[in-house]
């Protein structure tokens, strides 16, 4: 069997040092055998020459590198940087992870944490819950819904958002996960962001994104959480630019105030003449791949104001991915409109107009049920009820 995964622990993430000397945070060497029971390969990453020597000598089947060595390693090829995972409390265990395009992991039980690190890495608390982790990473990840809109355009969910017809566990995840979305809650956020980071380690396209950003909200201020979402993806794949791409230049009614065949029959129009382009990336999509996050799409309005105005801009690909999907068991899925958009769409007073509309474009899209076990997983994991 091909090992699938590699974890690259930093130093620090298995030791403290006190006066200069090594104390193991665990049982190093029995955490690490059963990592590589999972078929992962295991690497350690330390500048401390004495500590790698060391364990050069004490540990088997363990790759020690020193910090330039695996850099050059990286950048010349010599070891692949796909389906990676850094573990490592410092600022700098982050910037390499943001330098190869690794998923970055915060080691909640070591002593001491850079704070770049605590802004953006996926802090995980304890080693048990660690292994629990990677047991479900290592499993083909499923996104929930996958649905190619145009030529140009492609809509991917992380899971199902309905939950009325699910189980209590299933249930519990996806109330907290709402709570995380719409009300700024701390419960599970990290959870959903190891869920969001390592489903994009495993969805190639997502390596090629030159820019990317988040759905503006009905408000004038942007969604803090999806900035927070877009930030983290945005380091681990390394991109620096992190002006807004949509801007809501005019608040709107939010969705829920409007019944569904008022929500409908407006579509995407409703939106067109409250959102622009930022003037920053005029003349700087053409050609490029972008990645718009959202939390939840219904039926698919603001998809697709945003897929409209995009699309003028000239770019090479645009994937949108929403944290949730919710679907209804009857009647529209997601309505797919094309506009003709006239004017300045960097500006405040661009014109449009609905050239055709498909009701049940949905009909069209992939879903995969199984991704609902994986949220069951991160229940059980983060409750103390899972394999651990």
């Known amino acids: 069997m091909d090992q699938s995964w590699t974890i690259y622990f930093a130093g620090r993430s298995l030791f403290y040092v006190e006066a200069d000397k090594y104390r193991p945070c665990f049982d190093v060497v029995n955490i690490l055998d059963t990592i590589k029971s999972l078929n992962i390969g295991v690497s350690i990453v330390t500048h401390d020459l004495n500590l790698k020597n060391c364990l050069k000598e004490n540990l088997k089947d363990v790759q020690v590198y020193g910090r330039k060595e695996l850099r050059h390693s990286f950048k010349d090829k ?73 030529e140009k355009s492609e809509l991917i969910s992380l899971m199902s958002a309905n939950s009325y017809v699910v189980g209590k566990k299933e249930k519990d995840v996806l109330d907290h996960f709402q709570e995380v979305l719409k009300r700024r809650g701390t419960v599970y956020k990290d959870a959903l962001t190891f869920h969001l980071l390592s489903g994009m380690m495993q969805y190639e396209e997502l390596y090629d994104i030159d820019y990317w950003g988040e759905m503006p909200s009905s408000g004038m201020e942007p969604s803090a959480i999806l900035v927070e979402f877009k930030d983290r993806c945005r380091y681990l794949t390394g991109k620096k630019t992190k002006e807004p791409i949509l801007i809501r230049y005019r608040k709107i009614i939010k969705s829920h105030s409007l019944s569904k065949d008022e929500r409908l029959k407006l579509g995407a129009g409703r939106l067109l003449d409250s959102v622009k382009i930022n003037p920053y990336y005029e003349g700087k999509l053409k050609d490029k791949t972008i990645c718009i996050i959202d939390d939840y799409v219904t039926n698919g309005a603001t998809t697709e104001m945003a897929r409209n105005l995009l699309e003028k801009t000239g770019v090479k690909k645009i994937i949108f991915i929403s944290l949730g999907r919710f679907l209804s068991n009857y009647g529209v899925t997601y309505q797919k409109e094309d506009y003709q958009i006239d004017g300045n769409i960097y500006g405040e007073n661009h014109k449009y107009s609905r050239k055709e509309i498909d009701s049940s474009y949905g009909t069209n899209a992939i879903k995969e049920d199984e991704a609902k076990n994986e949220v069951k997983e991160i229940y059980d994991i983060l409750n103390g009820t899972g394999d651990e």
Do not use: C
């Not at 070591?110 to 990677?134: C, D, F, N, T, W």
């Not at 990473?137 to 819904?145: A, E, I, S, T």
């Open 78 to 150: 010599t070891i692949s940087n796909t389906k990676s995972v850094f573990i490592g409390p410092s600022d700098d265990d982050l910037f390499i992870s943001a330098s190869y395009k690794l998923l970055y992991i915060n080691p909640g039980w070591s002593h001491e944490h850079g704070p770049k690190a605590e802004q953006y890495g996926i802090k995980i608390r304890r080693v048990e819950q660690l292994i629990s982790m990677l047991k479900i990473l290592v499993n083909q990840h499923k996104w929930f819904y996958k649905l190619k809109i145009s």
